[in-house]
T-cell receptor, first 114, second 109 residues
Framework: EPEVTQTPSHQVTQMGQEVILRCVPISNHLYFYWYRQILGQKVEFLVS????????KSEIFDDQFSVERPDGSNFTLKIRSTKLEDSAMYFC????????????FGDGTRLSIL | EDQVTQSPEALRLQEGESSSLNCSYTVSGLRGLFWYRQDPGKGPEFLFTLYSAGEEKEKERLKATLTKKESFLHITAPKPEDSATYLCAVQADDYKLSFGAGTTVTVRA
């Protein structure tokens, strides 16, 4: 069964450094998402991406965050200058045509900011 | 703002002991209600989508139902492998998912 893959599984970074989290969505999906889950808290929406542009973003997704689909298969989340509070699990998800199709999630990247 | 509340927070069951999880929601313009299973250290795994009140979906020992204000996930005769955190999420017109905090189910053999 096709799945969403994320790399790396764990990223440790010094505060203030830039980090790029990578995702390969399911190949025929058209909608792409990033969510995060701080330890012990709810899964929170960050951003959605469709047709090569951001379609929706949350208050969390400020100027230090950016997303890109650099080629036909990858979807990336960049955090420009990391803060301690950015430590979390970051999940990528994708869904097929039609906005109410189920979103399928990867197993996440655990980001630890020191 | 969309609100999703799940109860109970945790549920400990004996193998074979059926039970139900609750998800109550407030959303403007529900497009869909989604149930996911999450194992420790993993991403949410899709289980069901429910679109309208009265709808029911089943998969093995799981059955999800939907009313205008809440959804239930019924676990019938659970096995230890059903132990996981079950997440409920709602989707409105903006297509993002708003998640509840989850119910952690532990099934003892």
């Amino acid at each position: 069964e096709p799945e969403v893959t994320q790399t790396p599984s764990h990223q440790v970074t010094q505060m203030g450094q830039e980090v790029i989290l990578r995702c390969v969505p399911i190949s025929n999906h058209l909608y792409f998402y990033w969510y995060r889950q701080i330890l012990g808290q709810k899964v929170e929406f960050l951003v959605s991406f469709y047709n090569n542009e951001i379609s929706e973003k949350s208050e969390i997704f400020d100027d230090q965050f950016s997303v890109e689909r650099p080629d036909g298969s990858n979807f990336t989340l960049k955090i420009r200058s990391t803060k301690l509070e950015d430590s979390a699990m970051y999940f990528c998800a994708s869904s097929g045509a039609g906005g109410s199709q189920p979103q399928h999630f990867g197993d996440g990247t655990r980001l630890s900011i020191l | 703002e969309d609100q999703v509340t799940q109860s109970p927070e945790a549920l400990r069951l004996q193998e074979g002991e059926s039970s139900s999880l609750n998800c109550s929601y407030t959303v403007s313009g529900l497009r869909g209600l989604f149930w996911y299973r999450q194992d420790p250290g993993k991403g949410p795994e899709f289980l069901f989508t429910l679109y309208s009140a009265g709808e029911e979906k089943e998969k093995e020992r799981l059955k999800a139902t939907l009313t205008k204000k809440e959804s239930f996930l019924h676990i019938t005769a659970p096995k230890p492998e059903d132990s996981a955190t079950y997440l409920c999420a709602v989707q409105a017109d903006d297509y993002k998912l708003s998640f509840g905090a989850g119910t952690t189910v532990t099934v003892r053999a």
